[in-house]
């Protein structure tokens, strides 16, 4: 089945990357998920996609096939719950990352170090599980195009740490219109190269190519 496609009747159909059945709520059930989610990950960054089983985790795990199911109908839901782990301690690290910048660093350091950060994040997601990784890109992009609701929003971005961080840097005379062209940026190039150009996310020139453009973009007073 595509990602998405038009019907007959021209309405757009979309499909959902997999989810988790349900979330824990006793302690015991929380330890559980946790456990299998940390026991999935560990297999996926030293063996792969290929070696995540529903059997491999049961057994590396000690948790039975049955209880895995009962939080996890496929091993994909299991990727997006990691991967959604991993993006949140990406932003919280990222936030800090730019707050403990050095007094000396500039504007253009923290474009840089967000981007890199980001762009390792998407490379990273690749390496879960490459199909996974497609969908579930299309189904951000649907997110940020406002076509479909959010599961999770951010109540500090990388975009407004940067400009508040770096405030005497910033010159441009529409402060809104400049951090909405940024945060754009920061979601959708990297998106973009998942798709399209997924060796440009390790490529070493990409972050300084995107933050030359972006920084001009900051601190270029407007005509």
Do not use: C
Request: proline letters at 4%.
């Amino acid at each position: 089945m595509n990602d998405k496609n038009t019907g007959d009747d021209g309405v757009l159909q979309v499909e959902v990357p997999a989810q988790p059945r349900k979330a824990p709520r006793q302690a015991r059930s929380i330890a559980l998920v946790s456990a299998l989610k940390q026991t999935g990950r560990q297999i996926l960054e030293k063996e792969g996609r290929a070696a995540l089983s529903a059997l491999r985790l049961a057994e590396d795990s000690g948790v039975a096939i049955s209880s895995i199911y009962e939080y996890f109908p496929t091993m994909e839901a299991l990727i997006a719950a990691i991967f959604e782990d991993y993006r949140a301690e990406v932003h919280t690290e990222l936030l800090a990352g730019i707050s403990a910048l050095p007094a000396s660093a500039t504007l253009f350091d923290g474009i840089v170090l967000t981007l890199r950060v980001g762009l390792a994040a998407h490379y990273k997601k690749t390496l879960f599980d490459p199909v996974f990784s497609v969908r579930s890109t299309h189904y951000d992009e649907l997110v940020r195009l406002d076509l479909i609701k959010a599961r999770q929003i951010w109540n500090t971005t990388a975009t407004a740490t940067l400009m508040k961080r770096f405030a005497s840097e910033v010159v441009v005379k529409d402060r809104e219109k400049a951090e909405f062209l940024v945060y754009q940026t920061l979601l959708a190039l990297p998106r973009a190269m998942l798709l399209e150009k997924p060796g440009y996310l390790t490529d070493n020139d990409t972050p300084l190519l995107i933050a030359r453009m972006l920084h001009a973009l900051l601190t270029t007073a407007s005509q």
